[in-house]
């Protein structure tokens, strides 16, 4: 049997170069499924994204997954993509959506976490308070932060000038107005009086989003990562957010370990393979 893409639609293109294509997924031209592909502003055009990938209940646990999504890949190369993401949201399908990925050689990029929030925000160690962050903090954190947001992003397979316009204009879309832009929760975390470490917090409509937690050199494995992750939990909760979500990157092992013991559950797992 012959597992194909039929194409749904046209390739649709936009004026920056983006693409985006439905499909198909046939047996011997006999639909089993449908595979969505396409690039988006996150990553460029020369990064590929599976958007969604579906094999029919009785076609699954024959190959058919995997043939379609070797199958995108080469569309993806057509385009001239050098890599390819795929995303598998936590449920009954994850183990599987997972394993097929490590099979094709995609490997885990980072993961969307969540953690459902009481009424009751939580208590700071004796010694530990959050002031907000002064506008000459903000000058000097902000450039720290896009350094480091884009070393991250090159060693997960950007070249250093895709990285760096990523953090770029990542912060240019979160923080348009700075220490001012509405909804952006901006704190310093003391203990006895000294600095020791900051928290980058988004009041989103639905949720509170962590986009940073960062000890200070000079005081890291002295539990202000507890105590910032503690610290967005309030300001989440004193904002009506009964839930706050957050990214890790996978291999920050300190890191997963903090989420983990603090209650947060996986929600989305993001992998990506390099296109030789």
Same mark, same amino acid.
């Given at each position: 049997m012959t597992t194909t893409l039929r194409p749904l639609e046209p390739l649709q293109q936009t004026?920056?170069?983006? $693409?985006?294509? $439905?499909y198909q997924v046939c047996v011997n031209s006999r639909p089993v499924g449908a595979i969505h592909l396409g690039t988006g502003p996150s990553f460029g055009t020369a990064v590929a994204v599976v958007r969604e990938l579906r094999v029919d209940e009785p076609d699954? $646990?024959?190959?058919?997954?995997?043939?379609?999504?070797?199958?995108?890949?080469e569309v993806a190369r057509g385009w001239g993509c050098r890599r390819i993401d795929a995303s598998v949201p936590d449920g009954a399908d994850a183990d599987a959506g997972a394993g097929l990925l490590r099979a094709l050689g995609y490997t885990l990029r980072n993961r969307n976490m969540v953690k459902a929030l009481g009424d009751t925000p939580p208590a700071l160690p004796e010694g530990s308070s959050a002031r907000p962050m002064t506008g000459e903090e903000f000058a000097a954190w902000q450039a720290d932060e896009q350094?480091?947001?884009?070393?991250?992003?090159?060693?997960r397979g950007l070249t250093e000038a895709e990285a760096w316009a990523k953090a770029a204009g990542d912060h240019e879309a979160l923080l348009p107005r700075g220490l001012d832009t509405e909804d952006m929760v901006l704190r310093v975390l003391e203990h006895d009086g000294t600095r020791v470490g900051v928290l980058w917090l988004a009041l989103r409509?639905?949720?509170?989003?962590?986009y940073s937690v960062e000890s200070d050199p000079a005081?890291?494995?002295?539990?202000?990562?507890?105590?910032?992750?503690?610290?967005?939990?309030?300001?989440?909760?004193?904002?009506?957010r009964r839930e706050l979500g957050l990214n890790v990157f996978a291999g920050n092992t300190p890191a997963e370990r903090l989420y983990a013991s603090l209650g947060y559950r996986t929600t989305v797992s993001h992998y990506t393979k390099a296109l030789l």
């Open positions: 004026a920056d170069g983006f $693409r985006s294509r $439905r699954r $646990r024959r190959g058919r997954g995997t043939v379609a999504a070797l199958a995108a890949e350094r480091r947001y884009a070393l991250t992003w090159v060693e409509e639905d949720q509170g989003f962590v005081h890291r494995g002295r539990g202000h990562g507890r105590t910032l992750m503690r610290v967005a939990e309030a300001q989440s909760i004193a904002a009506g």
